[in-house]
């Protein structure tokens, strides 16, 4: 049995993790009650609201679950989360988790976060603005999630300085927003043989 | 037979070649890393990025939504930031560079024990000038730090096979386990090569007439470790997507891999940048194109909201797809492992795509030359090398098993970065050949070492045209193309 000591030793490290995430597994009707006053925003008192980070984390969750949730109730949730005072909430309606829920527009991109993103003329071009634009329009998995392009040097250089309070620099960010906007005219490119 | 004092000589003599490597394969990397900065983001490592900002600005990793990737390499890249904030790609880029000791050391060390001191000292020299593996070091792609792990996994399942009574058999494969675990956290890729290379050692346990049980308490330590360290990332997905799995590519490569339009990812965004200045694009060859057949490509399943189980969609329309299209199936076989052994790789591309600065470029003719050239000779000579001279054993049923797993994943979606867990192996077998020669040989080990190459040699001629129009366009500019 001395021989086979090391194997229980894995296999016994192996049923505690199970058991912590059975322990810390969450339905989604707990998710739900979790994140209640914001998928009810109306119903609920916001006096003992959870941190972001904690909202984020549930909402992350139940949004990829599968029927975890519906393209109403992210197109909802999206428009809700847009509306906060939270920056955090307002990016994360920009990620790919509502953006692959929302509803999408006749050239297939999420209606309510392009508006949000770029509805606006001239665009705030600011940093907290800068971290939205990238988080929606620089993500992975292309144009059906909003993601056009892909972030550049000078683009990672402005989200880091937009994340400690940094503006973009306005008239070099305009001629990007200019030429981009031209080459999304000249249509997709296509690819393969 | 030499003495006490001149085997302690020798072997001193050795050690300080042995470093003296490392810090040459070291220096030409910094150098190579200080030449190439500012180099421009492209495709997955922008990828990369976007996901490590996710993971610094919310806390979550967000999927690909056409991949989950493993988590460690924008784990990596947002422990960089934490860091070095604006400096955290520079410092991500020389941590890799420095990780790439682990490549040169595990090389050396595998061609040792397999070969002897020569054979080692020349795949060292080899290894510091493979210009392809060694600009991997400041791409941010997890291949560097991937193969800086697989490297020495593999070298001490090499040992733990080749000596299975050693005492240190148990460390060694637990080691192997250990590191080989924690890369698959970094390229999924290797998830089911890991536990098939503990085959050969099983084999060998089995002819040297040990018991059943005692070869399966030996090979099933290291695999309920690897299963230890897979398990924590597999039951965060299990809570998120409601799938147990480390992660999860395979749907999206069978779209890009099973599908009528030819995919090769050296090409693609050549391609697109040819496309946008209105230059005619780089194709493969007629007889292989899927238009011969007229066949439109199969869309991806966008309306399923889960994410593995839009990539099982993706994967069972491929797969209808393909037993509707046995013959295309087939020619696009010879096609992608065409584009896995084409002398091409990231850095002509990069070159390509004007994504170094004047400092790289100033020098790209002999880049090209220099990289085309170690990718090609690294093929041919490290094939007939292994052929030739590789011994049997253990061993050379770990050579062969990687060498097939990976014209089997290439198989599927194939591209030059694909071939480089290989590279240290043919690095190997380059160097067996130049120190040994290929005679006295066997005449089957001959004919294998001729066919392999021959094989190569028809597979370069069916990729020429694309190979040749990227070493060009890699050369002078995508302007010479049209």
Redesign the interface.
């Known amino acids: 049995m001395r021989a086979w000591r090391g194997h229980f030793v894995l296999m016994l490290l192996m049923a505690g993790l199970v058991a912590l995430h059975l322990a810390s597994h969450r339905s989604n009707d707990e998710l739900r009650t979790e994140l209640a006053h914001l998928l009810q925003p109306g119903e609920q008192s916001t006096a003992s609201l959870p941190t972001s980070r904690d909202t984020l984390e549930a909402m992350h969750i139940l949004l990829n679950r599968p029927q975890g949730f519906s393209r109403a109730e992210g197109q909802q949730l999206s428009e809700t989360l847009l509306a906060e005072d939270d920056p955090l909430l307002r990016e994360f309606a920009l990620s790919i988790d509502l953006c692959r829920l929302s509803r999408h527009t006749d050239l297939n991109v999420p209606a309510t976060q392009e508006q949000h993103v770029l509805g606006r003329t001239p665009p705030p071009m600011d940093g907290p603005w800068w971290l939205e634009y990238v988080t929606y329009r620089r993500k992975v998995g292309g144009k059906q999630v909003g993601g056009r392009r892909r972030l550049d040097n000078l683009e990672l250089l402005w989200y880091r300085r937009a994340l400690r309070g940094e503006s973009p620099p306005h008239a070099e960010l305009s001629m990007r927003l200019l030429r981009s906007a031209r080459e999304a005219r000249v249509g997709p490119i296509p690819r393969g043989q | 037979m030499k003495s006490p004092k001149e085997d302690k000589q020798t072997v001193q003599g050795f050690s300080r070649k042995f470093a003296g490597i490392l810090a040459a394969g070291l220096i030409l990397r910094f150098l190579l890393l200080g030449l190439a900065l500012?180099v421009?983001?492209?495709?997955d490592e922008?990828?990369y990025?976007?996901?490590a900002?996710?993971l610094e600005?919310?806390?979550?990793f967000?999927?690909?939504?056409?991949?989950l990737w493993p988590p460690l390499y924008p784990g990596f890249l947002r422990l960089c930031?934490l860091l070095a904030?604006?400096q955290?790609?520079l410092l991500a880029r020389s941590l890799q560079v420095l990780s790439t000791l682990a490549i040169g050391w595990s090389t050396m060390s595998i061609a040792r024990r397999l070969f002897n001191d020569s054979v080692a000292l020349v795949s060292g020299l080899l290894w510091i000038v493979h210009l392809p593996l060694a600009s991997f070091s400041h791409l941010l792609w997890s291949e560097s730090l991937f193969l800086a792990l697989w490297g020495p996994a593999l070298a001490l399942l090499i040992a733990a096979s080749q000596e299975p009574n050693h005492p240190a058999r148990?460390r060694r494969l637990?080691g192997y386990a250990l590191l080989a675990g924690i890369g698959v956290h970094l390229k999924e890729a290797s998830l089911y090569l890991t536990p098939l290379l503990l085959l050969p050692l099983g084999w060998t346990l089995r002819r040297q007439g040990t018991h059943t049980l005692k070869i399966l308490?030996i090979i099933?330590?290291p695999l309920?470790?690897l299963?230890?360290i897979l398990?924590?990332w597999s039951?965060r997905n299990?809570?998120?997507?409601?799938r147990f799995t480390v992660a999860s590519t395979l749907g999206e490569n069978i779209y890009n891999g099973l599908n009528s339009?030819?995919?090769n990812f050296d090409l693609?965004p050549v391609?697109?940048a040819l496309?946008?200045n209105n230059q005619p694009i780089l194709?493969?060859r007629a007889s292989l194109?899927?238009?011969n057949e007229n066949l439109s490509?199969w869309p991806r399943a966008?309306e399923v909201?889960?994410?593995?189980?839009r990539l099982d969609e993706n994967r069972r329309r491929g797969l209808a797809f393909t037993r509707d299209h046995p013959g295309w199936f087939l020619r696009g076989r010879l096609q992608k492992i065409s584009d896995l052994v084409a002398p091409v790789s990231f850095l002509t591309r990069h070159l390509a795509l004007g994504h170094y600065p004047a400092s790289l470029t100033r020098w790209r003719t002999m880049l090209v030359i220099w990289a085309a050239g170690a990718s090609a000779l690294t093929l041919l000579l490290g094939l007939i090398g292994l052929a030739s001279r590789l011994p049997a054993g253990p061993a050379a049923g770990i050579f062969a098993l990687q060498g097939a797993y990976y014209l089997a994943t290439g198989s599927l979606v194939a591209m030059s970065r694909f071939r480089l867990p290989l590279v240290p192996l043919l690095l190997i077998g380059c160097a067996s050949l130049i120190c040994m020669g290929l005679r006295p040989l066997p005449r089957h080990r001959l004919i294998l070492a001729a066919g392999s190459s021959l094989i190569l040699v028809a597979l370069w001629i069916i990729g020429w045209p694309t190979t040749w129009g990227l070493l060009k366009a890699a050369s002078k500019g995508l302007e010479v193309i049209g």
Request: with cysteine; aromatic share 10%.
């Open positions: 500012p421009e983001l492209q495709s922008a990828n990025v976007y996901l900002l996710g600005r919310f806390g979550l967000f999927d690909c939504y056409r991949f930031f904030d604006e955290g790609l148990g637990l308490r099933s330590q309920l470790l299963a230890l398990l924590p039951l299990l809570e998120t997507y409601g339009s030819h995919r693609i391609n697109t496309q946008r194709q493969v194109r899927s238009s490509p966008e909201l889960n994410l593995p189980e």
